[in-house]
């Protein structure tokens, strides 16, 4: 059953839009010095890249922090080295909420932004956003219509895989792309197939986004709650590079933590499988950057070889899912 919200007021959501010449004076966000978030995020003053400020919510309702966090969007930050997200031009004239999918309906002003620039503006509202409870996807409309892309593609919801996490690197051209990841199924004993769009940077290897995606994990909006990530918490991707077919991964010590949820198997082909997914790729190898342990040691606690090359292997892939009950 779909729920809908809507903000029929759109005198007030077109204010809200409005340049507020005090920074530091949010309606529903005021800026404070937290450890996490909620943050907004705005577009570099250079306009290459996109920054965050923290903020935090006043009212505990998807309506109201919608409304505060286009207000943020749409008002100056504190950092000289950002500057607001939403151009002046650009009002939200609506929105709804269909389940767990915000809609927003923009003026025709937005189509004017292009390129690099709206890709940015774009990212910066989603990742905002998101950080509503209840919330997993986003969706633009534009005078009316769904946006489309610079190539007149439908661009579609939008969800916390769309985007990658930094956009600071030193390039101006983005590329949109379709990657296979093999997540676990809930059980962790078998691996799942999921195809995730990505807007990234063309700096950024293939092969690194798609360790660093494994790495995040799957998202809510996706998953269905059947499926969870296989690479253990707090690991960090030291080096990556592809030599004659052969991809060498180097993690940091925190992978030999593992991950309880899934077997060591699945955590193995979760990485091969979604890496030999990529032409350039037939085989992978990992590798631990650490000096406190034996390679004896590292393969005991993982279970499986390091330093050898692993080819594909699908036998574990299942093409649905069970759900598993809570305590079972």
Known sequence: MKTFIRNHNKKYMALLLVVSMCAAIFTGCSKKNQETGPYIYYLTAANDGIGKEK?????????????ELMEGLSTDPQSVDLKRTIP???KLLDYEVDDSTLVLYFNREYSD??????VLIRAAIVKTLLQIDGIDGISFYV???????VNGSLVGIMTADTFIEDFSEDTKELAKATMVLYFASADGQALVKRDVDVYYNTNVSMERLVVEHLLQG?????????????MPNDTKLKSISVNDGVCYVRFDSGFLNGNSAVSSKVMLYSIVDSLTELDSINKVQISIETGNTTLDSQVQALGFELNTSYERDVSLVIESPASVEEGK
């Not at 903020?55 to 409304?67: A, L, S």
């Not at 799957?218 to 296989?230: A, E, H, L, R, Y």
């Open 143 to 149: 005078a009316g219509s769904p946006l489309v892309d």
């Open 113 to 118: 932004i292009g390129g690099y620039k709206e």
């Open 88 to 90: 002046s031009s650009v």
């Open 218 to 230: 799957p998202k809510s909006n996706n998953v269905s709650g059947n499926i969870i990530g296989t």
């Open 55 to 67: 903020c935090e919510f006043k009212t505990d309702n998807v309506t109201g922090r919608v409304d």
